[in-house]
Nanobody, 124 residues
Framework: QVQLVESGGGLVQAGGSLRLSCATS????????MGWFRQAPGKEQDFVTA???????VYADSVKGRFTISRNNAENAVYLQMNSLKPEDTALYYC??????????????????WGQGNQVTVSS
């Protein structure tokens, strides 16, 4: 079991920035890929970004150039720096860890453990 706890969400005006953190505990490992997903009300869960232990990253087109994922392998934590936020970024953001492989994935089903979700609201 891996436990994930997110923090850092909130309300921000369009153009502003927020930083999400995700701390892991339990049977965690620096080798596990980690990702961020989001879900807006009435919509399906969308992939945002993911990172491998080596630092390799992948981003959804909608956030490329605005969001940055990073990780601290020593502390088993992952972060999401969100800049130039837009109202359409409003969603519940989840961090997730994949324990069945070392490569990142954009598919939610490939991740085994999830955080509780953290609300990000961007006002226009």
């Amino acid at each position: 079991q891996v436990q994930l706890v997110e923090s850092g969400g909130g309300l921000v005006q369009a153009g502003g920035s927020l930083r999400l953190s995700c701390a892991t505990s339990g049977r965690t490992s620096k080798w596990y890929p980690m990702g961020w997903f989001r879900q807006a009300p009435g919509k399906e869960q969308d992939f945002v970004t993911a990172i491998e232990w080596s630092g390799n990253t992948v981003y959804a087109d909608s956030v490329k150039g605005r969001f940055t994922i990073s990780r601290n392998n020593a502390e088993n934590a992952v972060y999401l720096q969100m800049n130039s936020l837009k109202p359409e970024d409003t969603a519940l953001y989840y961090c997730a860890v994949r324990t069945t492989g070392t490569e990142y994935s954009t598919r939610p089903g490939d991740y085994d453990f999830w955080g509780q979700g953290n609300q990000v609201t961007v006002s226009s």
